[in-house]
């Protein structure tokens, strides 16, 4: 499993997570991943950073957390059962892809890693101002269908 972030600026660091991820793995990879990508790329404090809800992400934990670094960045609130509309997806998608167009095929899991490592830093920046810009009409056209489908 890969965890990873990013913004419209720049491209932020990608983690490895070699297990299941919980909320102490999670809390762990906040702390020291995003919150220094977080001070870095957004010094004044305005950085909006969003999750997907996954259960390590709501645990008591990891709110907590984010409630302690509130001066630092927001955390966007995002309703249970919404739809899928983290731009991060149509990253992974395109890394997916990628990798399943490389021959020969991952021969084990450290190759594996490795080529996603390499994808996730030859990423494009146009590609993430995109997916960043394109988020409040994503949102808005999910809200205007009452939750319904889209075209995205």
């Given at each position: 499993?890969?965890?990873?972030?990013?913004s419209?600026?720049?491209?932020?660091?990608?983690f490895v997570?070699?297990?299941?991820?919980?909320a102490?793995?999670?809390?762990?990879i906040?702390?020291d991943?995003?919150h220094?990508?977080?001070a870095?790329?957004?010094p004044?404090g305005?950085g909006?950073?969003?999750?997907?809800?996954a259960?390590?992400?709501?645990?008591?934990?990891?709110?907590?957390?984010?409630?302690?670094?509130?001066?630092?960045?927001y955390l966007?609130?995002?309703?249970?059962?919404?739809p899928?509309l983290?731009?991060?997806?149509?990253?992974?998608?395109?890394?997916?892809?990628q990798?399943?167009?490389?021959?020969?095929?991952?021969?084990n899991?450290?190759t594996?890693?490795?080529?996603?490592l390499?994808?996730?830093?030859?990423?494009?920046?146009?590609?993430?101002?995109?997916?960043?810009a394109?988020?409040?009409?994503?949102?808005?056209?999910?809200s205007?269908?009452?939750?319904?489908?889209?075209?995205y």
């Amino acid at each position: 499993m890969l965890w990873g972030t990013f913004s419209w600026a720049s491209l932020g660091p990608v983690f490895v997570v070699e297990q299941t991820m919980n909320a102490a793995k999670y809390l762990n990879i906040i702390a020291d991943q995003l919150h220094p990508y977080m001070a870095f790329v957004f010094p004044l404090g305005n950085g909006i950073f969003q999750q997907d809800n996954a259960p390590c992400q709501k645990a008591r934990i990891v709110l907590e957390w984010f409630e302690e670094h509130t001066d630092e960045f927001y955390l966007m609130s995002w309703p249970p059962n919404s739809p899928d509309l983290n731009p991060t997806e149509h990253i992974w998608d395109v890394m997916e892809r990628q990798l399943r167009s490389q021959t020969p095929p991952c021969p084990n899991i450290s190759t594996f890693r490795d080529r996603c490592l390499d994808i996730w830093y030859n990423l494009s920046p146009v590609m993430n101002q995109k997916l960043v810009a394109s988020t409040p009409r994503r949102v808005a056209a999910v809200s205007k269908v009452k939750g319904g489908a889209t075209r995205y």
